[in-house]
């Protein structure tokens, strides 16, 4: 397969990753898309980084933020590796990292690399902009220390 193949092919897995779980969440897709020995190399704070931990923190973020709904905004591949600018948007409805729902709408802003071999997910890299959320809920202490 070519370069560009390759890539394209890739692309289309991690668009389709994050339409299809993580925008309609559709977990049967999930565990079509990604490997079992999926390893997440920048896991997030109280889950896990196989496969298992990512199901459970797509989950939770579907059940925090209500009407969930991930913008893929570009997506660039060098061969199997998938660079993606996406925002999430929702409306704070759960608990958020000990914070009781506002039922404000939220957005924050991710990069994110993952690594594609034979059709499925295998790797992770990611950076979001949590401190945004928490800053859009009045999740922040004022320096008195009070909300």
Do not use: C
């Not at 070519?2 to 668009?15: G, H, L, P, T, W």
């Not at 496969?51 to 969930?68: H, M, N």
């Amino acid at each position: 397969m070519a370069r560009s193949d390759e890539s394209k092919a890739a692309i289309a897995v991690v668009r389709r990753a994050v339409e299809e779980v993580q925008g309609r969440g559709d977990f049967d897709v999930y565990e079509q898309l990604y490997a079992d020995g999926f390893v997440d190399h920048t896991p997030q704070q109280g889950f896990g980084s196989d496969k298992a931990g990512v199901r459970d923190l797509y989950r939770t973020l579907r059940s925090t933020f209500s009407d969930f709904n991930p913008v893929i905004h570009w997506q660039v591949a060098d061969g199997d590796l998938v660079t993606t600018y996406k925002i999430y948007h929702g409306t704070h409805t759960g608990d958020f990292f000990g914070i009781a729902p506002t039922g404000r709408e939220v957005h924050f802003e991710v990069v994110d690399a993952m690594r594609v071999k034979n059709g499925q997910i295998v790797e992770h890299w990611g950076v979001g902009n949590l401190l945004s959320v928490i800053i859009q809920i009045d999740g922040l202490p004022t320096v008195a220390g009070e909300k």
